[in-house]
């Protein structure tokens, strides 16, 4: 069994940071991409960045210049830093992981999903 566990949210003013964290337990063979999606109130649930095993990165452009995500692929674990927050970044924000197991004849990969961390910003 697999699990991704969040933690980090909280309330914060508008222009202040908060760092998110993700770490993956289980029986996990290797974690290949990993990611940050974040779902506001009545919204669909968007990207907000990526990041490769090599630590290759991609943000959507409301991430660009205030966020960073970043890994450590020993610990198993992805941070997403959020600096100069907006209200209008108040969200449950997920994290995502590709995951290798080890299957009965192959390694076989399945997507998971945090439980979700609320991050709210006040203005």
């Known amino acids: 069994q697999v699990q991704l566990v969040e933690s980090g949210g909280g309330l914060v003013q508008a222009g202040g940071s908060l760092r998110l964290s993700c770490i993956g337990y289980?029986?996990?063979?290797?974690?290949?991409?990993m990611a940050w999606y974040r779902q506001a109130p009545g919204k669909q649930r968007e990207l907000v960045a990526t990041?490769?095993?090599?630590?290759?990165?991609k943000y959507e452009d409301f991430a660009k210049g205030r966020f960073t995500i970043s890994r450590d692929n020993a610990k198993k674990t992805a941070d997403l830093q959020m600096n100069n927050l907006k209200p209008e970044d108040t969200a449950v924000y997920y994290c995502?992981?590709?995951?290798?197991?080890?299957?009965?004849?192959?390694?076989?990969?399945?997507?998971?999903w945090g439980q979700g961390t609320q991050v709210t910003v006040s203005s």
């Open positions: 995502y992981a590709s995951v290798a197991i080890v299957g009965f004849t192959r390694i076989v990969n399945s997507d998971y």
């Open positions: 289980g029986n996990i063979f290797r974690i290949d991409d």
């Open positions: 990041i490769s095993t090599t630590g290759d990165t």
